[in-house]
C-alpha cells in the first residue's frame, strides 16, 4: 500500500462525523413563529398578546421575559401549537432562567407533558419531562418524534401555591415535508383596524386606513409566514410578521417600531365589505426602488452561518436580476444584515459575504457588475428587537439601495 492511501484510510474515519455533520439539514426550532408555529390554544397565562407572562413568551427565543400562570392556577394548563409543516422532532429544551423565585419561591415550573399529533390526529404523550430552578435543561425526545402538532401540558412546579412561571420552550428538529405558500391575500379586521392584502406568488403587499392617509405593506412569504416592512404618511414606519392558520382563516402578527416590539397585530378574515377603503400599491422590487430607493429582500434567506442563499431564495433573485435588467440606468448597493448574535466581527463579515454572495448571483444572471457595490453592515442597523427569535429574524436581511 502506497503512503498516501495508507494516510487516507487512517484519516477517513476521522472525517466522517464533520461530513456528515455538514450534509445534514441545519436543525431548527419548530415552536419559533418565524419558523410558521402558530399557538391555536392557551390554557391561561398572567399577560395577553405579547405582554411578559404572555403564552406567546414561551417561545419568543427569550429567557428574559417568560410565560406565567393565572393566580390559583399553577397546574394543569394545556398550549398547543400548529406547525407550518410535519417536523421530526430531536430535542426539547426547556427553561426556567430569570423567573420570579426570589419573590415567589417555588414559582418556576418542574414538570411538563408533551404530546403530539398529525395535522388532525389525536394526540399522543410524548413522554413527561423534568427542568429545575434557574436551570435550562436539553432532552432527547424518542427516536422518530414527528408532529404536525405540540401540545405542551404544565403539570407541577416547585412549590409555589399560587403561580407557576416557565422562561422558554424550544423543540428542535427538522423539516420531513415542504411548507405550502399560504393564501395571505384578502381583508382582516385586526386589533389595528381592518387591514387588506394581496399575494401574487410570494409577493404580499397592502394597505390600511391611517388618520393620516393610507398606509402601506410589502413584503415576502416563505410558506405560512410572510415578512413585511410598513410605512405611514406620517412618516412612521417599521417592520412586521405576520403567519395564517392552515385553514387560513385568521392572521396573527407581531409588529416594531424603531426596531422596538411593540405588540401583537392580529384579526379574522372577513369579507371585502367590511374591509379597508384604501386600494394596496404594489410595493414589490422594481416599483420599491423606483419610487422608494430602497427595498428590503426577506425572500433572500441562508442557513446560520452561511453565505449560500438557500434554494428557495430563488424567486426573489430572479426578480431582483429581472427589475435591474429591466432599469439598466440604476446602480445599487446590496447590503447585508445580521442579528446580534455570535458578536459584531463575526457578524459583520457575515454579513459582507452574504452581500456579495447576492451580487455574484445577480452577475452570474447577467447584470452587469459595474453596477453593484457588495456591503455588509453587521448588526449595526437592527430594524426590530434583537431580544426575540422573531425581532432576530427580521433583523436578517438583504437590503438592495439605489446609489445615487
Not at 79 to 93: G, H, M, P, Q, S
Not at 284 to 297: A, D, N, T, W, Y
Given at each position: 500500500m502506497n503512503p498516501i492511501s495508507f494516510i487516507l484510510r487512517l484519516i477517513f474515519p476521522l472525517l466522517l462525523p464533520a461530513l456528515a455533520a455538514a450534509a445534514a439539514p441545519e436543525r431548527q426550532n419548530a415552536l419559533e413563529f418565524s419558523n410558521g408555529a402558530f399557538l391555536v390554544e392557551d390554557g391561561g397565562s398572567y399577560g395577553q398578546g405579547t405582554d411578559s407572562w404572555a403564552a406567546w413568551r414561551l417561545t419568543d427565543g427569550s429567557e428574559t421575559h417568560g410565560w406565567c400562570s393565572p393566580q390559583g392556577k399553577p397546574k394543569g394548563l394545556a398550549?398547543?401549537?400548529?406547525?407550518?409543516?410535519?417536523?421530526?422532532?430531536?430535542?426539547?429544551?426547556l427553561s426556567t432562567r430569570n423567573m420570579q423565585e426570589s419573590s415567589y419561591p417555588g414559582v418556576s415550573a418542574k414538570l411538563v407533558e408533551v404530546l403530539i399529533s398529525t395535522a388532525d390526529g389525536p394526540w399522543k404523550t410524548v413522554g413527561k419531562f423534568a427542568v429545575g430552578k434557574e436551570e435550562r435543561r436539553e432532552h432527547s425526545l424518542p427516536a422518530g418524534t414527528s408532529a404536525a402538532r405540540v401540545k405542551l401540558v404544565v403539570l407541577d412546579n416547585h412549590g409555589n401555591a399560587d403561580f407557576t412561571e416557565l422562561a422558554e420552550v424550544e423543540l428542535l428538529g427538522q423539516r420531513t415535508a415542504a411548507v405550502p405558500l399560504r393564501k395571505f391575500g384578502g381583508d382582516y379586521q385586526t386589533n389595528y383596524g381592518p387591514i387588506r392584502l394581496t399575494q401574487e406568488g410570494d409577493q404580499v403587499y397592502g394597505c390600511y386606513d391611517d388618520s393620516s392617509g393610507a398606509a402601506y405593506l410589502w413584503g415576502t412569504a416563505t410558506g405560512r409566514v410572510v415578512q413585511l416592512s410598513w410605512s405611514q404618511p406620517d412618516r412612521r414606519e417599521g417592520t412586521a410578521t405576520f403567519a395564517v392558520t392552515r385553514d387560513e382563516r385568521r392572521l396573527w402578527g407581531i409588529w416594531f417600531e424603531g426596531g422596538v416590539l411593540r405588540g401583537e397585530w392580529s384579526g379574522p378574515r372577513v369579507?371585502?365589505?367590511?374591509?379597508?377603503?384604501?386600494?394596496?400599491?404594489?410595493?414589490?422590487?422594481?416599483?420599491?426602488?423606483?419610487?422608494?430607493?430602497?427595498?428590503?429582500?426577506y425572500g433572500i434567506r441562508f442557513d446560520s452561518g452561511s453565505d449560500v442563499p438557500r434554494p428557495e431564495s430563488s424567486p426573489t433573485l430572479q426578480e431582483l436580476a429581472a427589475a435591474l435588467t429591466a432599469q439598466k440606468d440604476l446602480s445599487v448597493e446590496v447590503a447585508g444584515h445580521t442579528d446580534t448574535v455570535s458578536g459584531e466581527a463575526y457578524n459583520l463579515d457575515l454579513s459582507n459575504r452574504r452581500a456579495r454572495s447576492v451580487v455574484a448571483w445577480l452577475v452570474k444572471a447577467g447584470v452587469d457588475e459595474k453596477r453593484l457595490v457588495a456591503r455588509g453592515y453587521g448588526l449595526s442597523r437592527p430594524v426590530a428587537d434583537n431580544a426575540t427569535a422573531q425581532g432576530r429574524a427580521l433583523n436578517r436581511r438583504v437590503e438592495a439601495t439605489v446609489l445615487k
Open positions: 398550549f398547543a401549537w400548529e406547525l407550518d409543516t410535519t417536523w421530526l422532532l430531536e430535542k426539547l429544551v369579507p371585502p365589505n367590511q374591509g379597508p377603503k384604501c386600494t394596496p400599491a404594489r410595493k414589490g422590487l422594481s416599483e420599491g426602488l423606483k419610487r422608494q430607493g430602497r427595498v428590503v429582500l
